[in-house]
């Protein structure tokens, strides 16, 4: 049985920064793409990054290129993004995913794995 559990998510001031985790388990972590997305307030599903299942390459949506970075430790099944340079826009549930490359839906960032995702993680942007 999939699990993904996040982790790391709070209040934090614009411009801070914080560190989500998302603890897997139940299928094989490093053998798929793994991905981040959120759903803010009173609005739909948004891509926000994916990293292949070797860390070998990462990708991200456009809003946050350059603020967060996904990352992948595959010996202890963990994935995670560090965010920094927070905005306000950046308020949301954030849920970790496996990508299984079938099923996907599409949002304003672009396409995102509608497969298994964790119950998400509140990050909230104050100013």
């Known amino acids: 049985q999939v699990q993904l559990v996040e982790s790391g998510g709070g209040v934090v001031q614009t411009g801070g920064s914080l560190r989500l985790s998302c603890a897997a388990s139940?299928?094989?972590?490093?053998?798929?793409?793994m991905a981040w997305v959120r759903q803010p307030p009173g609005k739909g599903p948004e891509w926000v990054a994916t990293?292949?299942?070797?860390?070998?390459?990462?990708h991200y949506a456009e809003i946050v290129k350059g603020r967060f970075t996904i990352s992948r430790d595959n010996a202890k099944n963990t994935l995670y993004l560090q965010m920094s340079g927070l905005q306000s826009e950046d308020t949301a549930l954030y849920y970790c995913?496996?990508?299984?490359?079938?099923?996907?839906?599409?949002?304003?960032?672009?396409?995102?794995?509608?497969?298994?995702w964790g119950q998400g993680t509140q990050v909230t942007v104050s100013s």
């Open positions: 995913a496996r990508d299984d490359h079938s099923e996907r839906g599409w949002g304003p960032t672009g396409w995102y794995p509608k497969g298994s």
């Open positions: 139940g299928f094989t972590f490093s053998s798929y793409d």
């Open positions: 990293i292949d299942a070797d860390a070998g390459g990462t």
